[in-house]
């Protein structure tokens, strides 16, 4: 006599509906919880150059653009809000001359500009001045 194994029709499965409901909740409440930077959208034909080396982003960046708007960091400047504001500056533990100044300047802007604003910013007692362009390919 053949005795036939019997199988119980009871099945496990695993309902996966309760952890995909999780996986989505942590999904939206990461994308509304985090904090997006908003830099100024700032279009600069650097000029170029074959000895061109990085420097730090760590300081104050001035940037010049061809129509003679200026920027101290993020916010809009013109010559003489940009005097008050680096005298004003406070580069905390750091010596004025030390503390690091790039100004990032259109290719299109005039030497006598970029001179000004040399002076400007020596005159606010800053002598760590860079000059940034990009690399020559």
């Known amino acids: 006599m053949k ?7 009871v099945k496990a499965t695993v309902d ?4 995909l409901d999780v996986v989505f909740q942590l999904i939206i409440f990461f994308l509304v919880s985090t904090t997006f930077a908003v830099l100024p ?5 650097l000029p170029e150059s074959t000895t061109a080396e990085s420097t730090s982003n760590l300081g104050i960046t001035i940037t010049m653009e ?10 809009s400047v013109n010559m003489e809000k940009l005097s008050d504001m680096l005298k004003n500056f406070d580069t905390q533990k750091t010596k004025r001359n030390e503390f690091p100044v790039a100004i990032e300047a259109d290719g299109e802007v005039t030497n006598g500009k970029i001179v000004e604003l040399f002076d400007v910013i020596r005159s606010a007692g800053f002598s760590s001045i860079s000059l940034r362009t990009k690399n020559k390919k």
């Open 3 to 9: 005795l036939k194994a019997r199988r119980s029709g």
């Open 66 to 75: 061809k129509n003679g708007a200026m920027w101290f960091n993020d916010t």
């Open 41 to 45: 959208g700032i279009k600069l034909k």
């Open 16 to 19: 996966m509906t309760p952890m």
